[in-house]
Nanobody, 119 residues
Framework: VQFEESGGGLVQPGGSLRLSCVSSDVNFSVHSMGWFRQAPGKQREWVASITPDSDRTKDTDSVKGRFTVSRDNAKNMVFLQMDSLKPEDTAVYYC?????????????WGQGTQVTVSL
């Protein structure tokens, strides 16, 4: 299974970005999906997850109320809407099949998409 992330960029604090991820998983519609991020010098961390039919989402405390995860099963895609961005959100963002609790399923990762929040 492969993942391709896109939508990152440079944005000022308080701004917004919408990340997209397309998956090659033929069973995408029955798997929970998650977003993760890795800041320079830090370990990759879980950001948010969504169940297969979008009935439940969960996210880490640092992004609550600012980030929203969604998906389109017809297109094998998962999205991360990021609002009120902060400099500490700067990281490379990745998607992966993941549990609602944030455990990534695959050990192979896509290239990710860089998000930089700066003046």
């Amino acid at each position: 299974v492969q993942f391709e992330e896109s939508g990152g960029g440079l944005v000022q604090p308080g701004g917004s970005l919408r990340l997209s991820c397309v998956s090659s998983d033929v069973n995408f519609s029955v798997h929970s999906m998650g977003w993760f991020r890795q800041a320079p010098g830090k370990q990759r961390e879980w950001v948010a997850s969504i169940t297969p039919d979008s009935d439940r989402t969960k996210d880490t405390d640092s992004v609550k109320g600012r980030f929203t995860v969604s998906r389109d099963n017809a297109k094998n895609m998962v999205f991360l809407q990021m609002d009120s961005l902060k400099p500490e959100d700067t990281a490379v963002y990745y998607c992966n099949r993941a549990s609602l609790g944030g455990s990534a399923y695959y050990t192979n990762w896509g290239q990710g998409t860089q998000v930089t929040v700066s003046l």
